[in-house]
Every structure is written in structure tokens, then in C-alpha cells.
């Protein structure tokens, strides 16, 4: 589903509609291996941002995967509002899609060397014990650490009572 919403967007640029469905970049382990693979996802899953001209739309309801339900954004959604009188500002939506951009831009600059210090897991994150004597435990994600002489990568946790340790990021999932 994530390729076809990106597919859309390159199908929509293709027949002359400006799109934007900005990107994420993601990192999860698959399997059984134990470094981190990069995922491009949509920002805003299931939405795609148009700018087309009213006599566009019928070109558009064409295009495959595409659901024919338009909404229209208000100026002041699009562009945001200044504090005023005790009223919140927000950034709007082109607000919105520019710190997305800048973030994947950000996010694409990770290269091979500092990958390794990437991960799913946020600090604080519980995460579950599956395998070795503390099965089913519920520990809390702090960071990855790697010896000069590890071969791979490990998870620093905390324990219950405040314990530090050392896992293998196989033997632990999120809760």
C-alpha cells in the first residue's frame, strides 16, 4: 500500500498535477537480522496534497488507487495563522509539508557509518523480553552500544529496579 500511494503521486507529477504525499524515513529489523533497514513511508498515510485547476479533476479521478474524494483547504489552513489576542498559531499546511521535506532531507544525510546508531526504539520505550532467562520480562529502552570487539550492535535496557544490561536486539520486541 505505501508504494502505491508514492506510485499516485509519480502518476499524478506524470499528468501534469501538482502532488505532494511527503516521505518519512523509517527504520525496523526484519527478521533475524540484526541491522536496521531504511523505509521510506508516507508522512501522512492514505492523503495525497493536490494543487490542480477545477478542469483537472476529471484527469484526476482517472489515475488508479486514487479515491475520488476531494477536499478543499481553506487559505487560512494552508498558510497558517499568527498569535493574535490569545489565539494559538499554527503553521498550516505548506507549513507542514515544508518541515516534513526538510526532515527527510535530514533524514536521507544518515549514511552508512552513522546508521548504526539508528534505531526503532525510542529512550524510555518498553520493550519485551523473548528469549534467554528473563523471558517475558518488560524492560525500558535506553540506547544501542557497540564494543570495539562485538560483532554486532546491543540494546542497553533498564530493568526493574533500576538495573542496567545488555541485549541482543533478536531477543527483545516492543511490548
Given amino acids: 500500500m505505501i508504494r502505491k ?3 499516485v503521486q509519480e502518476e499524478l507529477r506524470r499528468l501534469g498535477i501538482t502532488a505532494w ?3 518519512r524515513v523509517e527504520f525496523k529489523r526484519l527478521g ?3 541491522n536496521w533497514t531504511r523505509f521510506d513511508v508516507p508522512a501522512l498515510p492514505n492523503y495525497i496534497v493536490l494543487d490542480m ?3 483537472q479533476m476529471h484527469i484526476a479521478t482517472q489515475v488508479d ?3 475520488p474524494t476531494f477536499m478543499v483547504v481553506a487559505k487560512n489552513d494552508l498558510h497558517g495563522v499568527a498569535a493574535d489576542q490569545g489565539k494559538a498559531a499554527h503553521i498550516g499546511l505548506l507549513g507542514f509539508m515544508g518541515a516534513v521535506d526538510a526532515a527527510f532531507e535530514a533524514a536521507e544525510r544518515v549514511d552508512a557509518n552513522s546508521r548504526a546508531e539508528v534505531t526503532e526504539y525510542k529512550k524510555g520505550q518498553e520493550l519485551r523480553v523473548i528469549s534467554g532467562p528473563f523471558v517475558d520480562m518488560l524492560v525500558k529502552f535506553d540506547r544501542l552500544v557497540r564494543a570495539p570487539h562485538d560483532r554486532w550492535q546491543s540494546l542497553a535496557v533498564e530493568l526493574p529496579g533500576g538495573i542496567k544490561a545488555q541485549f541482543d536486539p533478536l531477543d527483545v520486541r516492543s511490548a
Fill in 5 to 7: 500511494q508514492f506510485w
Fill in 21 to 23: 504525499c511527503g516521505k
Fill in 32 to 34: 533475524k537480522d540484526r
Fill in 53 to 55: 485547476a477545477p478542469d
Fill in 65 to 67: 488507487h486514487l479515491m
